[in-house]
C-alpha cells in the first residue's frame, strides 16, 4: 500500500480501522450501488446465491465457529459468507454468517434483503439443491417470488418412475418442469 498508493507508514491498524469502517456502512454502500444500477424496482429479474465457509488461522473471531469444512480442515473454525449476485454476476450483498450456520438458514436473508431493502417486487432466485429445500420454498412462494433449483438423481427417478417426465423430452431442447 506503501508503494502504490503512497501511504506512509501504513500498518495493519489502519487496514482494520478501514475494515470496520465498511462493515459500519455496507448496507448504505449496497443499497447505493443497487439503486444506481437498477433505476426501479419493479424489474423481474434473476439473482445467484451461495455460500462458501473460510477457515480461519487467527485464535479470535466472533463469528468463528466449527462447521461443515469445505476446504475440509479439521480442527479449524471458520466463517461462512453468502455472496448474491444480479444475473450478470456481479455482486448485490455479501454476508458473513457464523460458521457453524447451515446453507439454508442463510437463504432466508437474502429474500429479506431483495424484497424489503432493495424493494424488489419480481424476483426469481437461483440456488442449488443444498440451498433451496421445501422451507426456503415455502418463503420464496410467500413473497410471490419463484425459483430454479437442482434435484438430485433419487427425485428424477421417482419423476420418471410416477411418470411426470420423460427422459426423451430433454433430448433436443431444455424443458421447464412445474410439479406441485
Same mark, same amino acid.
Not at 66 to 90: A, F, M, P, S, T
Not at 164 to 169: C, K, M, S, T
Given at each position: 500500500?506503501? #508503494?502504490?498508493?503512497?501511504?506512509?507508514?501504513?500498518?495493519?491498524?489502519?487496514?482494520?480501522?478501514?475494515? $470496520?469502517?465498511? *462493515?459500519?456502512?455496507?448496507?448504505?454502500?449496497?443499497? *447505493?450501488?443497487?439503486?444506481?444500477?437498477?433505476?426501479?424496482?419493479?424489474?423481474?429479474?434473476?439473482?445467484?446465491? $451461495?455460500?462458501?465457509?473460510?477457515?480461519?488461522?487467527?485464535? *479470535?473471531?466472533?463469528?468463528?465457529?466449527?462447521? *461443515?469444512? /469445505?476446504?475440509?480442515?479439521?480442527?479449524?473454525? #471458520?466463517?461462512?459468507?453468502?455472496?448474491?449476485? $444480479?444475473?450478470?454476476? $456481479?455482486?448485490?450483498?455479501?454476508?458473513?454468517?457464523?460458521?457453524?450456520?447451515?446453507?439454508?438458514?442463510?437463504?432466508?436473508?437474502?429474500? #429479506?434483503?431483495?424484497?424489503?431493502?432493495?424493494?424488489?417486487?419480481?424476483?426469481?432466485?437461483?440456488?442449488?439443491?443444498?440451498?433451496?429445500?421445501?422451507?426456503?420454498?415455502?418463503?420464496?412462494?410467500?413473497?410471490?417470488?419463484?425459483?430454479?433449483?437442482?434435484?438430485? /438423481?433419487?427425485?428424477?427417478?421417482?419423476?420418471?418412475?410416477?411418470?411426470?417426465?420423460?427422459?426423451?423430452?430433454?433430448?433436443?431442447?431444455?424443458?421447464?418442469?412445474?410439479?406441485?
Amino acid at each position: 500500500i506503501e #508503494q502504490i498508493l503512497g501511504v506512509e507508514e501504513f500498518t495493519h491498524h489502519h487496514l482494520y480501522e478501514n475494515l $470496520d469502517w465498511l *462493515y459500519a456502512h455496507q448496507e448504505k454502500i449496497e443499497n *447505493y450501488l443497487f439503486r444506481h444500477k437498477y433505476k426501479t424496482t419493479t424489474i423481474t429479474s434473476i439473482y445467484l446465491y $451461495d455460500v462458501t465457509s473460510s477457515y480461519l488461522e487467527g485464535s *479470535y473471531n466472533e463469528l468463528a465457529q466449527y462447521g *461443515y469444512n /469445505r476446504d475440509k480442515k479439521k480442527g479449524k473454525k #471458520q466463517l461462512v459468507i453468502g455472496l448474491l449476485c $444480479d444475473k450478470e454476476g $456481479d455482486p448485490v450483498s455479501v454476508e458473513v454468517f457464523e460458521g457453524n450456520t447451515g446453507d439454508t438458514k442463510t437463504f432466508a436473508n437474502q429474500l #429479506q434483503k431483495l424484497k424489503n431493502r432493495f424493494g424488489l417486487l419480481k424476483v426469481i432466485t437461483v440456488g442449488d439443491k443444498g440451498m433451496i429445500k421445501q422451507a426456503q420454498i415455502a418463503d420464496i412462494n410467500n413473497l410471490n417470488y419463484y425459483y430454479i433449483t437442482t434435484i438430485i /438423481r433419487a427425485q428424477i427417478q421417482t419423476l420418471i418412475n410416477k411418470n411426470i417426465i420423460q427422459l426423451a423430452l430433454f433430448e433436443d431442447e431444455l424443458m421447464e418442469v412445474e410439479h406441485i
